[in-house]
């Protein structure tokens, strides 16, 4: 599957991954029921209208709600993949570190290790680098090179119309 890019009906992840997103789920469904909970005492203050806690409560809860969707989407059409045996090709589950060329600075979270995957995962200790992401595009598939800064470079353009130039 290298090489293959993200499908709106399949989402790529490895068995670590899809077990992350698992264990999410029911935190975020517990979230929810404190969130009722909150909306229901903030709207029995009286006049909605002018009540900005009941309004929080309400915003907070309509988030948590669509990242419930959102982790029930990605849990029912996950396709798991195996790790790639070969450590030098840039695959799903793979852990990416990138700096600005000529800086030194990270080009996402300074100095954090990323994990490719197919979709964004939520509630972990290391970042999710998604496929579907501009950095994440160049990277997937990628063959690394230990031997070589030049092979391991790569130019991008972001969201600003800023091209930079990332060393993996």
């Known amino acids: 599957h290298v090489g293959e890019y993200w499908r709106r009906d399949s989402m790529l992840l490895t068995e670590r991954q899809y077990a992350r997103v698992v264990t999410?789920?029911?935190?975020?469904?517990e979230q929810e029921k404190a969130l009722v909970k909150w909306v229901n005492e903030a709207a029995a203050q009286g006049d909605l209208a002018?009540?900005?806690?009941?309004?929080?409560?309400?915003?907070?809860?309509?988030?948590?709600?669509?990242k419930i969707t959102e982790m029930q989407e990605i849990v029912a059409s996950a396709e798991i993949v195996q790790p790639n045996p070969n450590p030098c090709v840039i695959d799903i589950g793979s852990l990416v570190k990138i700096q600005i060329r000529d800086t030194g600075i990270s080009a996402l979270d300074a100095g954090e290790v990323h994990e490719i995957s197919g979709v964004q995962i939520p509630d972990t200790q290391i970042p999710a680098l998604p496929i579907t992401s501009i950095v994440?595009?160049?990277?997937?598939?990628r063959q690394f090179d230990p031997d070589s800064s030049l092979a391991n470079t790569i130019t991008y353009t972001d969201v600003h119309n800023i091209t930079r130039e990332l060393i993996i």
């Open 136 to 141: 994440g595009k160049r990277l997937y598939g």
């Open 24 to 29: 999410y789920l029911p935190k975020l469904q």
């Open 50 to 66: 002018e009540n900005s806690e009941f309004d929080a409560a309400r915003l907070e809860l309509e988030k948590t709600r669509n």
